[in-house]
């Protein structure tokens, strides 16, 4: 029989509001001041797959939308992982929006922080994360760090991430991800990640991590 061995801690918030910049942090910080390793999983690598459509269909596909992602292989890896086993993760290319052939073995710790923009969209998500953290960073901070996100790693126009913002990213934002950080058990500000609030993050992963064994 599996044993439950593993804390999955979930780092929501809105795109552009530093949830990878805080999973960092964090694993750095767990890692020095507790020798804790921990492993890093993304939501966004699960985007099903549009390999089949043509760049015009590709091109009125709504990703901010919980539907576009593969929630079920999503919580069922999640699943694996919490009961101490291995995953064969997909690799997703935002420039093509398809999945890679290839995998990527994602071994579980004692803490998994998973990443994603609409964890806290899904009920099934939310009630597997053991820690659920909200990142609450200011609109104009999240679409520049958005625009240059997608200028230099996704082969983006300026044009084209604006529209997208105003189109989807924006409305699905105000439907589907700020109305849902009311689930969280923590609020962080995203706009200036202070010492301060690292240490209060990690300390609630150590005394959630403390009770379970």
Sequence with gaps: MSVKTTILVGIAGGSGAGKTTLANLIFRKLKETASIEATVINHDSYYKEYSHLNKSEKDKLNFDHPDSLDNHLFV??????????????????????????????????????????????????????????????PADIRILRRLCRDLKERGRTVESVINQYLVTVRPMHEQFVEPNKKYANLIVSGENLLESQLDIVVNLILNKLSHQF
């Design 76 to 137: 069922e890896h999640l699943a694996l992982l919490k009961q101490g086993q291995s995953i064969l993760a997909p690799i997703y290319d935002f420039t093509t929006h398809s999945r890679l052939a290839n995998t990527v073995t994602i071994k579980p710790n004692s803490m998994v922080l998973v990443d994603g923009i609409l964890l806290l969209a899904e009920p099934k998500i939310r009630e597997i994360l053991d820690i659920k953290i909200f990142l609450d960073t």
